[in-house]
């Protein structure tokens, strides 16, 4: 994967995650809003990444959670995010992943969706 600068995915249908916002503003993350149009595309390429065309013919599945992906973010950096996002407030619910090279050439609405099985399996103690 090619370089990028820090940036955030930002889906919020209902608004939920608000307070996110001001949260990348202050941190000086760059943020791009995902909507319905664009929960099809790559995640990879929402990002500004080359990745290969997602796959066609397969139903597109509206998120209906809040999801945050954070692309560039070394670690340290991104723990510091995650603390100041929860310190002002925004809900724990809201989903949160983070790009890699694994998961660049996956649809955005099929890593909601995994996001949303790794979370039932969790709830259930591992099985989904």
Known sequence: MSAYKELVL????????????????????????????????????????????????TAVQMPAEPVLIFCGLRSSRLDAVLAALQKAGVPRSVYKAVLTESNAAWRFDALCAELARERAALRSGGRA
């Open 10 to 57: 930002y889906y919020d249908p209902a608004g939920l995650a608000a307070k996110a916002k001001w949260v990348f503003t202050q941190q000086r993350i760059r943020i791009k809003t995902v909507t319905p149009e664009l929960v099809s595309e790559t995640v990879g390429a929402l990002a500004g990444l080359t990745v290969p065309e997602p796959e066609t013919g």
